[in-house]
């Protein structure tokens, strides 16, 4: 079974999540490679899908989603697993905010798509790495949520996604026959 984790990023955390969900997949015995979606070309030759964008603004990265446009199709037609990295998500609140009024958004540019699972993980807030007018819209959302404004702050839970890259690796062996 060959699958692809194709993911965006803006800072790199999401990179590295999904380069550890990957690692992980592989560890059950299919081929794994790791694409960045705005590198991504022809990614017909795969047998399964995991997708995985920060959310921006409450919305999945632009070169993630031009992603989802340009392979709907296929998407439609394959087992594909998705998972979102977010500030908002490192609250229980947030978590289920984002579940309910984000994940539909993100699913949204790629009709027909069903996903064997979704991923809702915290991601990294990284007030440094920000440009003005990023940190300043972070600062406004961060603070509306009642979370820290300044400094690096990792919130991934490394259990939680390996767990899910797992159940996404039984999930696809099931699909796809080994
Ligand atoms: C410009 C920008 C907009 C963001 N908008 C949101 C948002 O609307 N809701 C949220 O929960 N987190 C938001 N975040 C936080 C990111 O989703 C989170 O930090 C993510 O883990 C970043 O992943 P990355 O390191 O791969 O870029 C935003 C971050 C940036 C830089």
């Not at 592989?26 to 979606?37: L, T, W």
């Not at 632009?62 to 296929?74: C, I, Q, T, Y």
């Not at 594909?80 to 540019?109: H, N, Q, R, Y």
């Not at 949520?145 to 767990?163: C, F, L």
Request: glycine residues 10%; neutral net charge.
């Amino acid at each position: 079974m060959k699958v692809v984790v194709a993911y965006e990023t803006g800072h790199g955390s999401t990179k590295e999540t999904a380069e550890r969900i990957a690692e992980t997949i592989r560890e059950s015995g299919a081929e794994v490679d790791v694409v960045q979606c705005r590198q991504a070309d022809d990614i017909s030759g795969y047998d399964a899908f995991v997708l995985g964008t920060p959310i921006w603004a409450m919305k999945g990265m632009g070169p993630f989603r031009k992603f989802m446009r340009r392979n709907a199709e296929l998407l439609a037609a394959k087992p594909v697993a998705v998972f979102v990295t977010s500030g908002a998500a490192s609250t229980e609140k947030g978590k289920a905010d984002i579940a309910s009024g984000v994940i539909p958004k993100v699913l949204s540019d790629a009709p027909g798509l069903q996903p064997v699972s979704i991923g809702n993980f915290a991601g990294v807030l990284n007030f440094p790495a920000y440009n003005l007018p990023m940190r300043l819209v972070m600062k406004a959302i961060v603070r509306s949520q009642g979370g820290p404004t300044t400094g690096r702050h990792d919130y991934r839970d490394w259990d939680e996604i390996i767990a899910w890259a797992k159940e996404v690796a039984d999930a696809f062996a099931r699909v796809c026959g080994g």
